[in-house]
């Protein structure tokens, strides 16, 4: 799978304001919203099923990069968004780092495999240090957009 | 100079599969990691051609280990055979979470 296949591309976001883990999920939902992407009356829903599954366990996963998702019945298929913080966020990361890079995924109960395969994709991809930190210093969408793309075309290690 | 040991380092390699019907996924990848970082033995894990550090989540995550996959837990050191036995245990016991700290449990509608 490449992030052309999930991300979409009108919600991705380069500076988000929030400060804290709730106010960053509403964002990057609510660009999710805002592209037209998921419908207004279920906004409320996936961004509390979103910080359910995040009381499982912070899905900051390391190296300054979480991703916050959830299954919900309302998608059709597999919705991604990225999203950077220039100041970071403490999001009681596996290694306590504040997080900078964030991608949400919210995906169709019924369909585990999509899932999977886009947590493969991401950190697979974010394995190249290189990757990381351009797209942490991605200052537009644009910037971000033209990153995963060079990444879907294998033009970063990994 | 000094003397290289020549002490045999022990092996250890075990095969289980993944049972969790959305596979290796966030949480399972998670807990996997963190046990495996517990050993001082190095463990490598392997599913179809795809072969990572088992003590990583991003590695383990890159194996897109779906349900019904076999995978392969291979551990070097001194603790190899604890390594792979309580690894199996834990991808065969369905990746049981940790004594709960909360009352409210979270349900089954997360994909953890």
Known sequence: MKFADFVCRAAVAPNLESDDKEGIIREMTRSLLDAGEIPEGEYESIVKAILKREELGSTGIGRGIAVPHTKHPSVKQLLGTVAVSSEGVDFASLDGEKVELFFLLVSPPDRPGDHLRALENITRQLRDDTFCKFLKQAKSAEDILQLLDEADNQQFGS | MPRMPTMNVKQSVAHVVMRDPLGMHMRPAQLFSELATTFTSEIVVRCDTVKVDGKSIFEVLALAAEC???????????????????????VENNFPEPTPVKDNKADGDTTG
């Open chain 2, 68 to 90: 019904g996959a076999v995978i392969t837990i291979e551990a070097k050191g001194d603790d190899a055979d604890q390594a792979t036995a309580a690894l199996v245990e834990l």
